[in-house]
């Protein structure tokens, strides 16, 4: 393998140029740029800039260990950037004040892997844990919503079912409804596919679709599943070794000629992308 970096081997490699504004001239939702972080000796992002479409979906894919994770945990706000810049709503939220932060974070929902729902708490209090923690509605508001939210994830049956005693395919769609109950301008998801058979993923991402054409935002969406990636994105972003070796418009990320995402995309191992 090679062991330069992924910007120098890739030939023909286009970026987008950071930009805040779009052409209307509103200020992005998500951007990340020139982000690097390190754990030990480790340099897990190597200069990551990607700039979320407003309202669009973007799937960002790439190998295991690439550090898809961390980038989430950036955006969200609970890891700190070594250096680099992470900004939502135009604001670099390393640059603000703890309490700025908390209320920018508000306006996120996340779908973690496996739905990080409370194990101790059935579906419907799981669901409504964030309108109790972050709003001053009455428990017959709070209702009206999660039973609303539940019912368009179809589980309205089952709301005082306890975590265990549900499928992981149910967990993913109580842990999206929880994720969308505070009107999010930005839903991440760490893997929504993950641990799923192919048909209640082509069911999950038949959800997310609805739910977005549905509720809007900029949805962001890291995963494996080269199917749920050509169905749901709007844009694709391949990282590789904490860089954007790819981003563009699905379609054309799904036609490149790049070698990288090429085999990346196609899922082949004969590429220049090896193990390591
Ligand atoms: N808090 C941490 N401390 C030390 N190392 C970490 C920490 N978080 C992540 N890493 C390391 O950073 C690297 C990238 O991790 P990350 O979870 O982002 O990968 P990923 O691209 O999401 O992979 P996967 O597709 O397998 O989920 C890994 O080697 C991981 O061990
Ligand atoms: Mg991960």
Do not use: C
């Amino acid at each position: 393998m090679p062991t330069q970096n992924s910007a120098e081997i890739i030939p023909g490699m286009t970026l987008p140029e950071p930009r805040l504004l779009d052409t209307n001239g509103r200020v992005h939702s998500m951007e990340v740029r020139n982000v690097h972080k390190t754990f030990g000796d480790f340099r897990v992002l190597q200069g990551l800039n990607l700039n979320f479409v407003d309202d669009a979906i973007t799937t960002i894919l790439g190998p295991s260990g690439t550090g898809k994770s961390v980038m989430i945990k950036h955006l969200v706000g609970l890891l700190a950037p070594d250096a680099g810049e992470v900004l939502i709503f135009g604001r670099d939220i390393w640059k603000i004040s703890e309490r700025e932060r908390y209320e920018i974070r508000k306006r996120f929902g996340v779908l973690f892997q496996d739905g990080a729902l409370f194990g101790s708490m059935n579906i419907y209090d799981n669901t409504a844990f964030p309108l109790r923690k972050h709003t001053d509605m009455s428990e017959s508001e709070i209702s009206d919503i999660v039973l609303e939210r539940l019912t368009e994830v179809g589980l309205e049956k089952s709301l005082t079912k306890y975590p265990s005693e549900v499928s992981g395919g149910m967990r993913k769609r109580a842990g999206f409804a929880r994720a969308l109950v505070l009107n999010p301008d930005i839903v991440l998801f760490d893997e929504p596919d993950s641990g799923l058979d192919p048909v209640r993923t082509s069911l999950l991402n038949d959800l997310i679709l609805e739910m977005h054409s549905r509720h809007k935002g900029t949805y962001m969406l890291v995963t494996h599943d080269i199917r749920t990636a050509r169905k749901v994105s709007d844009y694709v972003g391949v990282i590789w070794k904490g860089k954007v070796v790819h981003y563009g418009e699905a379609e054309e990320a799904f036609n490149s000629d790049n070698p990288f995402v090429r085999q990346f995309l196609s899922g082949e191992s004969a590429g220049p992308l090896g193990m390591d």
